[in-house]
């Protein structure tokens, strides 16, 4: 037939072509030979194929067969020896660091690369160096646990890397750097932290010895004494809570099953405190139901912190939580607190405060009124009466100095100073005030400024004063034509807050302790 005869010429033609097209491009011209073939023009061009590019493979060699011929546009950026970028955020190749994440208390985060065995003490020296604070002690780094409402300051021998590791993966612990005075403050006054009410009889073995003489002898040796006293309890996987009464001892926590009774068959063994670390409950109300705002807890020390294991206790007051808290420290870590306290004062600034507190401490009454030079003043109602007459000298000197003429523009400008200060907080509530007074430790003399919500144009002074935060409004007056600032109606009057500050840093005044600790929140 004419068909086959066509489709035979065909295939004898694709085979013709095919030898070449296989030298070319092997196996792939099969495909093409099926295909009829177009009928050949006379003019047309010929036809030219691409051809095979034998690449040659120099990463044997280690040479890159690019870098020759394409110029690098960027060599500051691609060179990882120049690198800021490498250099700044990664550690050298060869050294044993670890990245961790601090927070402030801001909520501003900063990443620093620290050793394996960095302590506490450490880290916070280099936050300090970082965040380039005006001092250097009482800086403290917190553990907490948002969910939970948990914080815990870290001892300064603590391993912060070896913290981080109890952490659960996908949790939001944090670490946080801010301030704490009260870290070591039992050990300058232990009345203040432990009553005698709450001072097991145990404790009275050695007679003749008042309390105080008692808890500073246990305190130097590393050691401290038997706490007892009635404590709210929450009920696992319930919400009501209990009232139980509770023994820390230097063998472990326990509680009684019968009232407040001592006898060892009443007694039930709760924890080992070795294995446990004590946290400050925040807003336990809120979270657990708690009959007050005094609540800590105790948590296990190496477990991720889950609900179930919390044993969480709330107090009647601030002076009873702090309290139970140190003695769980001084408990769990005896020698090694008195050792970290006498590191931390070592450092100049530590010395230098402890010379200013002993100086303010020797400072007596004097009068100068007489041609024989000056005398003691030993009696207290003429020593205030002398503290009141040169509150109005001074008084005196300020006015008239604030009205010449070459410091009247001065004095105006100046009624902001105070927002450049460490102390003032602007538009913080009443609330948040407590927190962050109570975070920083809840010494006396702890203070900040903060403007008032209720009062417009007043600002407020925020005041720790035995473990209680108190509020004093300060009201801006004018007195012949001049803005003053006042905390005692008008009796006592300063050009600007920070004049209210320097004076009430030296004086009392109205207040029931001179200002010492500015509260300070740091940026990182």
Request: aromatic letters at 8%; one cysteine or more; a neutral charge.
């Amino acid at each position: 037939m004419e068909v086959e005869d066509s489709w035979k010429e065909a295939l004898d033609s694709s085979e013709e072509t095919s030898g070449d097209a296989e030298a070319l491009l092997g196996s792939s011209a099969q495909n093409l030979s099926l295909q009829p073939p177009s009928p050949p023009e006379a003019d047309a061009p010929p036809i030219r194929r691409s051809q095979p590019i034998v690449i040659t493979v120099n990463r044997a060699k280690g040479v890159d067969s690019l870098s020759s011929s394409v110029p690098n546009p960027f060599p500051e950026l691609c060179s990882p020896s120049k690198s800021p970028v490498l250099v700044g955020s990664f550690p050298p190749p060869t050294s044993n660091k670890h990245l961790i994440k601090v927070y402030g208390e801001d909520s501003h985060s900063r990443s620093v690369w620290v050793s394996r065995g960095s302590t506490t003490r450490e880290v916070c020296h280099m936050l300090v160096q970082t965040a380039h604070c005006s001092d250097q002690e009482n800086w403290a780094l917190l553990e907490v646990h948002p969910t939970l409402g948990l914080e815990r300051c870290l001892e300064d021998h603590e391993v912060v890397l070896e913290v981080q590791a109890t952490w659960a993966l996908k949790s939001d612990t944090r670490f946080v750097f801010c301030k704490n005075y009260a870290k070591y403050e039992f050990f300058r006054k232990p009345m203040a932290f432990f009553p005698e009410s709450m001072i097991s009889d145990s404790a009275d073995d050695n007679k003749g010895m008042t309390s105080s003489d008692l808890i500073q002898n246990l305190l130097v040796s590393g050691t401290c004494p038997e706490i007892q006293g009635f404590l709210q309890v929450k009920e696992p996987s319930r919400k009501s809570w209990k009232k139980v009464y509770f023994f820390l001892r230097r063998s472990g926590l326990y509680c009684s099953n019968k009232g407040s009774s001592k006898e060892p068959r009443h007694l039930q063994y709760v924890a080992d405190l070795d294995d446990l670390n004590v946290f400050t409950v925040v807003n336990g109300r809120k979270l657990y139901g708690a009959p007050s705002d005094f609540t800590f807890s105790i948590k296990p020390t190496k477990n991720p912190p889950r609900l179930q294991d919390l044993k969480i206790l709330s107090g009647d007051s601030e002076q009873t939580r702090t309290c139970w808290t140190s003695a769980f420290r001084l408990f769990k870590y005896g020698k090694q607190l008195q050792s970290n306290y006498q590191l931390s004062k070592t450092s100049p600034e530590a010395a230098k405060d402890v010379k200013q507190a002993m100086s303010e401490a020797s400072l007596v009454a004097m009068d100068f009124s007489g041609k024989t030079g000056g005398r003691v003043i030993q009696n207290p109602v003429e020593a205030q009466s002398a503290e009141r007459e040169e509150g109005q000298a001074w008084r005196r000197r300020e006015a008239l100095r604030s009205s010449l003429p070459n410091l009247n523009t001065a004095a105006k400008s100046s009624t902001a100073v105070h927002k450049s200060q460490p102390w003032f907080h602007g538009r913080v509530s009443r609330k948040e005030t407590q927190r962050l007074i109570e975070k920083q430790g809840l010494v006396d003399g702890m203070f900040l400024i903060r403007e008032s919500q209720q009062h417009a144009k007043c600002f407020v002074l925020s005041l720790c004063y035995k473990l209680k935060t108190k509020h004093y409004l300060v009201i801006p007056c004018e007195d012949d034509g001049r803005r003053y600032f006042t905390m005692d109606d008008g009796v006592t009057l300063f050009i600007d807050l920070l004049q209210l500050v320097e004076f009430h840093q030296i004086n009392k005044g109205i207040l029931p302790v001179c200002l010492k600790h500015p509260c300070v929140c740091v940026a990182l």
